[in-house]
């Protein structure tokens, strides 16, 4: 007997690869800051976390709060130079 053909699901179409949690690596990396940043921001509380066995798991919507939380930058004026 063949296996049947596994027909799509319309959720599966819609969400292909659903991640509610990262790693520290790449929660840094996603943020472009250092891993020992990252860090920082855990240790502060800044950044909260779950902790699974010996690892420290970060919640995608976290990142997205903390980022939406961040001050915008200013256009600067022209000819004006960065010191």
Avoid at 10 to 23: A, K, N
Avoid at 34 to 63: D, F, M, T
């Amino acid at each position: 007997m063949q296996p049947k053909n596994k027909t799509p699901r319309p959720q599966d179409e819609l969400r292909p690869h659903l991640q509610f949690l990262v790693g520290c690596k790449e929660a840094a990396k996603s943020l472009g800051i250092s891993l020992s940043g990252l860090y920082a921001l855990l240790a502060k509380g800044v950044l909260p976390y779950r902790q699974l066995g010996g690892r420290r798991l970060i919640e995608i919507a976290a990142l997205e709060k903390f980022v939406a939380s961040l001050p915008k930058g200013e256009p600067r004026p022209q000819g004006t130079a960065e010191v």
